[in-house]
Nanobody, 128 residues
Framework: QVQLVESGGGSVQAGGSLRLSCVAS????????MGWFRQAPGKEREGVAA???????IYADSVQGRFTISQDNSKNILYLQMNSLKPEDTAMYYC??????????????????????WGQGTQVTVSS
């Protein structure tokens, strides 16, 4: 059974930083793909950053240069370092995973419907 547990959300002022963590279990971490998504009230869930099954990394244009996705393979943890946060980054942030055989490629990694496994989310609030 795949389980994803996020942590690290909180409230910060604009320009601040947060680091989100996602602990994954029940999935072959090295053969799958994982990503961070977010959803603000009244808006569709959107991709923020993702790691492809071959190690590729992709970011949404809105976070490029500010957010960094990384993973600790030894501990099955996915991270999202968020710097220079803006009020428009306020949302519930979710970790998602998919097994290697079903992993999308390229910018499809940022489409939430391509992932079957999800965490419960962690709230990020950025005030101006």
């Amino acid at each position: 059974q795949v389980q994803l547990v996020e942590s690290g959300g909180g409230s910060v002022q604009a320009g601040g930083s947060l680091r989100l963590s996602c602990v994954a279990s029940g999935i072959n971490y090295r053969r799958g793909c994982m990503g961070w998504f977010r959803q603000a009230p009244g808006k569709e869930r959107e991709g923020v950053a993702a790691l492809g099954s071959g190690g590729s990394i992709i970011y949404a244009d809105s976070v490029q240069g500010r957010f960094t996705i990384s993973q600790d393979n030894s501990k099955n943890i996915l991270y999202l370092q968020m710097n220079s946060l803006k009020p428009e980054d306020t949302a519930m942030y979710y970790c998602a995973a998919e097994v290697g055989l079903y992993c999308p490629a390229g910018r499809s990694l940022l489409f939430y419907r391509n992932f079957r496994y999800w965490g419960q989310g962690t709230q990020v609030t950025v005030s101006s």
